[in-house]
């Protein structure tokens, strides 16, 4: 398995244009999350799907950031209009929930820069 | 969530044994104990995880205190590719929300 694929891997955008980060996850795992990397604040969970519905979105900043998860194998984080203070790495992990532990896979990380 | 307390930073000397501990003192009784680390520049990767007894794998061993309000991760020989930051994580379901962890640095 190629694991979790995240693109862009580093993305630089203008202040008030939309991005959106993209994520692959794991083949037949039923769980997705999404979560963000500052030097300040750390690793901050955003978002969670099980089975492609969300669970908990209550880490997500504010009404600029949506995240979606149509099917199985995709997922997207967008943010529109971006800021300057939303400068981060955006992390993509995906697990397969029901044992009660969670094992999660990470992928690389998109490193997103808003000028 | 039960909130966890880490060293904030940590150095071994390379060949030697790390033991990194963690404070989980208000653990429900079905969370499990996670822990992941992050090589630099990396995302988080799984470490280990156990319920009540200690467990090994080919990366770590984790002892859990008998009232499962602490544990302990041991690297067994360190290693200057396990420099990176250590997390802690109770939990028993997706809610998987990490603190700050602890920087181990190993010195050659």
């Known amino acids: 398995d190629a694991g979790v694929i995240q693109s862009p891997r580093h993305e630089v955008t203008e202040m008030g244009q939309e991005v959106t980060l993209r994520c692959k996850p794991i083949?037949?795992?039923?769980?997705l999350f999404w979560y963000r990397q500052t030097m300040m604040r750390g690793l901050e969970l955003l978002i969670y799907f099980n089975n492609n519905v969300p669970i908990d979105d209550s880490g997500m900043p504010e009404d600029r950031f949506s995240a979606k998860m149509p099917n199985a194998s995709f997922s997207t984080l967008k943010i529109q209009p971006s800021e300057p203070r939303d400068s981060a790495v955006y992390f993509c992990?995906?697990?397969?929930?029901?044992?009660?532990?969670?094992?999660?896979?990470f992928g690389a990380g998109s490193r997103l820069t808003v000028l | 969530d039960a909130k966890t307390t880490q060293p904030n930073s940590m150095e071994s000397n390379e060949e030697e044994p790390v033991h990194l501990p963690c404070n989980h003192s208000t653990i429900s009784g079905t969370d499990y104990i996670h822990w992941y680390r992050q090589l630099p520049s990396q995302g988080p990767e799984y470490v280990i995880h156990?319920?009540?007894s200690n467990v090994n794998n080919r990366m770590a061993s984790l002892a859990i205190a008998e009232d499962r309000k602490s544990s302990t991760l041991i690297l067994h020989r360190a290693t200057l590719r396990d420099a990176a930051v250590y997390y802690c994580i109770p939990g028993n379901n997706n809610d998987m929300r990490f603190g700050a962890g602890t920087r181990l640095t190993v010195k050659p």
């Open positions: 083949s037949g795992h039923n769980s």
């Open positions: 156990g319920l009540t």
């Open positions: 992990a995906s697990s397969h929930y029901g044992s009660g532990a969670n094992v999660l896979t």
